[in-house]
């Protein structure tokens, strides 16, 4: 089982050292997303500082940025990390591309990002082989390049592509075109299996490809402690971001698969009225133990090893470090995880 984290550090000096100390760890892969923060810049001192993490995006918003923007960044940081790189991606809302990212919305997302995908090959592919830019599509399309603005084959070879996919069609072109999938934090098991699993093997399918060739990347939030005490203490913010995100339509499918569609058209209506704080009261503890992994320390590992052992190649887990002691714990959780 690969293990992988997010990068949680405020300046540079911070990144590196967090960088190194996960790779001391254990773990083989590290992410950083887009939440307030350019997620391409601390991957190159990511880089500068490990020698075997593999780092990735987790993910980047691709609408905003423009195909042949996205291949240099990815083409640079994969040449310069010896092949390491893992390029994340994923579209964001209408409202946010619109009104945050000022990026015009004009189609639905899902073929727009399979356009996406397919020019960013198309680019890769050039710079390789020094070939024609040959693609010519509805909204996007490369088709001019000189030898004076190509970087050249990369001696790493090409960069993977995951994207971050929840409803179907993204699932199913995850199987089609991608090397992996970052299953979305907001997600149950029972949704991984009836939807995402096989909506990627219809993908799959249609491209002649197999299962086994997708590198399945997913967790789920943790609500742990030392004791039950701070267990139950830990339950209050993570269910406020599992409000926060199932007030979003874009997932509620994943409600919808427990029964729980009318909680979600009420997530969405305080959200409207900016009323965060109550919305994580709509969140039962039952559902809490859908969407996270609960339970004290010495239970957290087995509890996620039943979850996720079998259906992701990739673990996503993440753990926060305060103290000696939950530095200590951390090493121990991911040797244990890591074991056949």
């Not at 005490?229 to 830990?234: G, N, R, S, T, Y």
């Not at 992701?312 to 887990?317: A, E, I, K, P, Q």
Request: with cysteine; glycine share 8%.
């Amino acid at each position: 089982m690969r293990l992988e984290t997010p990068l949680v550090a405020p300046t540079i000096q911070a990144i590196g050292e967090y960088a190194r100390r996960m790779e001391e760890v254990g773990y083989d892969s590290i992410i950083t997303p887009e939440v307030g923060h350019d997620p391409f810049l601390p991957l190159m001192i990511v880089a500068e500082h490990t020698q075997r993490l593999k780092f990735g995006t987790g993910v980047a918003i691709a609408f905003p940025r423009s195909p042949f923007a996205m291949a240099q960044i990815a083409w640079d940081l994969q040449r310069y990390s010896g092949g390491r790189f893992m390029l994340g991606l994923g579209t964001q809302v209408k409202g946010h591309n619109e009104r945050r990212y000022s990026t015009p919305w004009p189609a639905p997302p899902g073929p727009r990002l399979r356009e996406y995908i397919l020019c960013l090959k198309a680019i890769f592919s050039t710079f390789q082989t020094n070939e024609p830019a040959n693609y010519q599509g509805k909204w996007y399309q490369f088709t001019l390049m000189s030898p004076f603005f190509n970087p050249g084959p990369n001696p790493n070879g090409g960069v993977p592509i995951y994207i971050s996919a929840v409803n179907k069609y993204n699932c199913r072109l995850v199987g089609e075109l991608c090397d992996g999938i970052r299953m979305h934090g907001f997600n149950t098991p029972k949704y991984t299996r009836e939807v995402i699993i096989p909506s990627i093997e219809e993908g799959v399918k249609k491209a002649g490809r197999e299962l086994a060739d997708i590198d399945i990347v997913g967790g789920s939030f943790l609500v742990t402690g030392n004791t039950e005490e701070e267990v139950e203490k830990a339950k209050a913010p993570v269910k406020q971001q599992i409000a926060f995100y199932g007030s979003t339509r874009s997932y509620h499918p994943v409600l919808e698969c427990h029964g729980w569609g009318e909680t979600g058209m009420r997530l969405h209506r305080l959200s409207i009225e900016s009323k965060w704080a109550e919305m994580a009261s709509e969140i039962t503890d039952e559902m809490l133990d859908e969407f996270a992994v609960v339970g004290t320390y010495d239970e957290i590992v087995p509890k996620i090893r039943e979850r996720y052992f079998g259906v992701v190649s990739t673990l996503d887990f993440g753990f926060a470090i305060q103290t000696p002691e939950q530095a200590e714990r951390l090493h121990w959780m991911v040797q244990e995880l890591k074991k056949p």
